[in-house]
């Protein structure tokens, strides 16, 4: 049996590596996982027990080590999810984050010298910036935001828009609100405020924590996903891929202490100086409407997370 060969770069991070997992269980596919492990970690890879998969260290940004890779390989589909992440790691990283623009152009350039089919890129809900219009909707809210992360996003989704146009490589755009999970490294809200929550430590929150988030258990975006892939849905199009509940990050703090029966206490720091943005919440019709059921709730999600044992 001739199998589908699929790319996942950022295939060892929470979301990548969630993807990469439930691919695997398809024994028509062979994935292959390419991560500089920088944020990622070898323990989200799929279970050494499945052999339709392979693991490769790389740096998509270094054209020599991407190329060899799509070179060797002739990959059918793409899913470049490889980025550096988190509010406070790229703000402290400005420079390392506009690297990834690099990766892009990579990914691109050799996906179309190599005849792969469709790419999916991981884009984010940070191309959005500052609300202007509530819900966010894919075609109509402009993308305003000037972090250097979300400006990485919106050139990336420009290139791809323009590969489509000069090349007639065929794209999907993915553009993640919070997605968490079991996996989801500490440095994320959910994670470490979970984390903070059985240890009985206090949680900090930047501001006064009336700034709001939706929140996407992983299995919804995996699940999501997978199903545009397959199904040929949002074709050359974008999709925003998230919850679409709002709750107050202090909220958020005060009903993960509540599920974990807690004595954390909740301190406020001073604000972030920029990208923490006071509101996000995606017009997520299109994602309903593909998945057709409802999403997992928070509370439900939080208490996945815990059973998951990943907090042990």
Not at 31 to 45: C, F, P, Q, R, W
Not at 136 to 164: C, D, I, M, W
Not at 243 to 252: C, K, N, P, Q, R
Not at 256 to 280: C, E, V, Y
Request: glycine content about 6%; hydrophobic content about 40%.
């Amino acid at each position: 049996m001739e199998r589908i060969k699929i790319l996942v770069t950022g295939g060892a991070g929470n979301v990548g590596g969630a993807l990469a997992r439930k691919l695997v269980e398809n024994k028509k596919y062979f994935v292959v996982i390419a991560d500089d492990l920088s944020t990622g970690s070898k323990e989200k890879l799929p279970s050494s027990t499945e052999t339709n998969w392979s693991f490769i260290h790389c740096d998509v940004n270094d054209y020599k080590s991407i190329s060899e890779i799509m070179l060797s390989y002739k990959f059918d589909y793409m899913f470049h999810y490889a980025a550096m992440v988190g509010v406070k790691r790229t703000q402290d990283n400005p420079v390392s984050v506009l690297r990834d623009i690099d990766g892009i152009k990579h990914v691109l350039n050799l996906a179309k010298s190599t005849s792969v089919k469709r790419v999916f890129f991981s884009s984010s809900s940070e191309v959005y910036g500052e609300p202007v219009e509530l819900p966010q909707h894919e075609h109509t809210t402009p993308l305003n935001s000037r972090v250097p992360y979300a400006v990485v996003k919106n050139v990336g989704e420009s290139y791809f828009r323009s590969f489509k146009k000069s090349f007639d490589l065929d794209f999907t755009i993915f553009r993640f609100f919070n997605t968490y999970g079991p996996n989801q490294s500490k440095d994320f809200v959910v994670a470490k405020f979970i984390s903070l929550a059985l240890a009985n430590k206090d949680i900090t929150i930047y501001g006064d924590g009336t700034q709001t988030r939706t929140f996407c258990y992983v299995d919804d975006n995996v699940e999501t996903c997978i199903r545009i892939f397959e199904e040929a849905h949002e074709l050359n199009d974008v999709i925003n891929i998230g919850g679409a509940i709002e709750i107050t990050i202090v909220d958020l703090a005060k009903l993960i202490i509540k599920i974990t029966k807690s004595q954390s206490k909740i301190i406020h720091l001073d604000p972030l100086a920029d990208g923490d943005m006071t509101r996000r919440m995606p017009d997520n019709s299109k994602m309903l409407k593909i998945l057709n059921r409802a999403l997992i709730p928070i509370e439900e999600g939080i208490e996945k997370m815990i059973a998951s044992g990943a907090f042990h």
